[in-house]
């Protein structure tokens, strides 16, 4: 009898299952990522169930049926099959933009999942503007410094993922 479920690393794999049957029998899979040869045979035999890379970091699932075709009243075999998705990645150009009055630099983010940028620490003068404030994967953001008053100020930017934390020190001098 057949697993009932299999697990993969995000990296894929192949494994091979055993049929035992006196019948014809037959293999289907419900998703893309996942493949099985052969489809169909009659008697005992060997199925490879092979799932390709997964560049994502959310857990994916998917099904193997197999099937007798005999009517012989035999119920389907199902293998509940799951993948892995990649360990989150992020990573920022620096840790700290110094700004010398009302000016815009920007920084990078390089990362594989959703990520989210917010003010952690900041001096209450409306004098920061960060934009884009959330995304998905790789972007540039930009930063400006809205006030070139005489006043020295600083603030903490936080970029997560919800499992990666990152900061930059945000410093207008004067």
């Known amino acids: 009898m057949p697993p009932s ?4 690393l995000s990296s894929g794999s192949t494994d091979s299952i055993n049929i035992t049957s006196n019948g014809s029998w037959t293999v289907v899979d419900n998703q893309s990522w996942i493949s099985t040869s052969p489809t169909n045979g009659s ?9 390709t890379a997964h560049s994502s970091t959310f857990t994916r699932a998917g099904q193997v049926t197999i099937s007798e075709n005999d009517g012989s009243g035999v119920p389907d075999q199902q293998i ?8 989150p990645i992020l990573n920022v150009s620096t840790t700290e933009l110094l700004f010398g009055g009302s000016q815009t630099q920007t920084f990078t983010i390089s990362s594989n ?3 989210s940028i917010s003010i952690t620490y900041y001096d209450s ?3 920061l503007n960060f934009t ?3 995304g ?6 930009t930063v400006t410094s809205t006030s070139a008053n005489a006043n020295d100020w600083e603030a903490e930017l936080e970029i997560t993922t919800g499992s990666i934390y990152k900061y930059i020190d945000v410093v207008k001098y004067y």
């Open 136 to 141: 998905s994967g790789n972007a540039t953001i």
């Open 113 to 115: 999942t959703n990520w």
């Open 125 to 127: 003068n409306g004098w």
């Open 132 to 134: 884009p404030g959330v």
């Open 5 to 8: 479920q299999l697990s993969y």
């Open 43 to 51: 008697g005992n035999g060997k199925v490879t169930i092979t799932v």
């Open 80 to 87: 509940s099959i799951s993948q892995d998705g990649v360990a």
